[in-house]
């Protein structure tokens, strides 16, 4: 028992000492196939997606904060206004809970057929050293996309009075939220009606938030008074919207193909082989998606 990660009970004659003392009780024996091959796996691939979703998440905010310094001269200067760069992991947190409670990589047809599924958690295949240095790499590079289209957009935005330090800060912070996001979507196996919900309302709850603090006159003199309007001078700008398809299409592009040049070539942690192993048809056949 000192030695377990997760300590199972199983209800018997001997009593429920047992199931008092353990992490997760079930009725009969053979519920315990269930519990490990589906639920188990599914729950681990979930908390490792979420964490290191979370890790990439706040790597990327960071490292826009870190390249800001050298633009303002190692000033002291903060890329985001406090306020709005307060709200990130309030309105990040949503697509990705939503995915740690939903998705689904195969379905439990196939695991429960195929128990050589469950080594990916057995042998941590999805939270090592190695998966959070691609995390960071990942995030190295959403990081560099979106610097070099706000800095060569710098220009046009400046040109329409939206080059100030206020606006350009809740410019890229929305192409934080959209890069995101995407990459959210991006990362879910299963897409249903909880998981797309929840990247919409983290979009609509961003949209209330500038409608509410920075072109509300009251709040931003008392908290920011240069933040007022700076929603209207950012959505007035033509190349923030070309920003706006362009930051999340070039991230994905280069997500795709560092993944596809994976699964060619590394096989990801032999993940890819054990269900080629598993099932006869085409890898990409097992991509579950609930409707």
């Given at each position: ?201 983290s979009f609509f709850l961003y949209v209330v938030f500038l409608v ?80």
């Open positions: 028992i000192q030695e377990a990660q997760v300590g199972v009970g199983i209800a018997g004659r001997e009593g429920r000492q047992a199931m008092n003392n353990s992490d997760f009780s079930i009725g009969q024996f053979r519920f315990l196939e269930r519990l490990l091959l589906v639920h188990g796996r599914w729950n681990y691939r979930r908390a490792c997606k979420f964490t290191l979703f979370t890790f990439w998440r706040n790597a990327v905010q960071v490292l826009c904060i870190f390249y800001y310094t050298f633009a303002s001269g190692f000033s002291g200067a903060c890329l985001f206004e406090d306020w709005l760069r307060l709200s990130f992991n309030f309105l990040c947190s949503f697509p990705i809970m939503a995915t740690g409670v939903f998705d689904q990589d195969v379905p439990e047809k196939v695991v429960l057929e195929n128990p050589k599924l469950y080594e990916v958690g057995r042998e941590g295949m999805d939270l090592n050293p190695l998966r959070m240095g691609k995390a960071l790499l990942s995030a190295l590079t959403h990081s560099i996309v979106v610097l070099f289209f706000t800095h060569t957009s710098f220009d046009s935005f400046d040109i329409l009075d939206s080059g100030d330090y206020y606006t350009l800060g809740t410019i890229v912070f929305s192409l934080l939220i959209v890069d995101i996001n995407v990459r959210v979507a991006m990362v879910n196996h299963t897409h249903n009606k909880y998981t797309v919900g929840s990247i919409m309302a509410l603090y920075p072109c509300n006159r009251l709040l931003t003199d008392a908290l920011a008074p240069d933040m007022y309007m700076t929603p209207y001078r950012m959505v007035i700008t033509p190349t923030f919207w070309l920003c706006c398809i362009a930051v999340p299409a070039v991230s994905s592009a280069v997500d795709a193909t560092v993944l596809m040049a994976g699964r060619t070539f590394f096989e990801r942690d032999g993940e890819l082989a054990n269900l080629r192993d598993a099932i006869s048809d085409d890898v990409g056949s097992i991509i579950f998606i609930e409707r």
